[in-house]
């Protein structure tokens, strides 16, 4: 017996049957438990420095700048965002979740921050 007989000799079953198993499938997908944006923690890490007095721009050339430099070099940094204003600045670095354990990459940048504040 041939599988497609039935179905070119009754077109009108055939119909029914595409009709009903494409509304499960629409029906299924409306069903199906998915998050639009799932809940991830990416970590980060921030240093604050302060100068008081010391002006944005200053902030920017003497501390900011030389930390970004510096950090960036550590490839498990994806993301460094800094910011100056009058007596302090504020660097945070998005690590990737992928690479090596984050307490290292923390210990990496310690001595990092620490060699280039002396």
């Not at 960036?72 to 690590?95: D, F, L, Q, Y």
């Not at 923390?106 to 060699?115: D, F, Y």
């Amino acid at each position: 017996m041939n599988l497609s007989r039935p179905f070119v000799l009754r077109p009108i079953g055939t119909v029914l049957l595409t009709a009903g198993v494409a509304l499960v499938g629409i029906a299924g997908f409306f069903v199906l438990p998915v998050a639009s944006l799932p809940q991830i923690d990416l970590p980060v890490i921030s240093v604050n420095a302060n100068i008081p007095g010391a002006s944005p721009e200053t902030m920017a050339q003497s501390v900011a700048t030389p930390l970004e430099r510096h950090l960036g070099v550590i490839p498990s940094v994806n993301e460094i965002t800094s910011t100056s204003s009058v007596g302090a600045t504020r660097s945070r670095k998005r690590i990737s979740p992928s690479r090596p354990s984050r307490p290292s990459v923390a210990t990496r940048m310690w001595g990092i921050v620490t060699s280039v504040r002396g």
